[in-house]
């Protein structure tokens, strides 16, 4: 399962070596600093969270959703499993705008 790690001023997104290969990415690391908010919501697969459409990645609606949702002006990163909470990373200069991690 995807976890956050913060270290010396740095948040890493570690990724499984499954979820690496589902997701067709590896592991994600940005600078605190970039960080605009942490926000936890019950449920993730809303449209009101979820945005753009997902290209690489793994996808069984509702049930997984790992890899990048691509959308206009950016990129969002997701790691979601079934129907449980998850935390929305929002950055800023980063080549990705949020991450979504079920907690």
Not at 13 to 27: T, Y
């Amino acid at each position: 399962m995807a976890k956050v790690i913060e270290s010396g001023g740095v948040l890493t997104l570690k990724l499984s070596r499954l979820e690496k290969i589902g997701a067709l990415h590896g592991d994600i690391s940005v600078e605190s600093n970039h960080l605009l908010s942490k926000t936890e919501v019950p449920n993730p697969w809303t449209k009101e969270h979820l945005r753009g459409v997902r290209a690489p990645g793994t996808a069984i609606p509702y049930l997984i959703l790992l890899g990048t949702m691509r959308f206009k002006s950016g990129k969002d990163f997701c790691a979601i499993y079934k129907r449980t909470p998850a935390v929305i990373y929002e950055f800023t200069d980063t080549s990705f705008k949020r991450w979504i991690v079920t907690k």
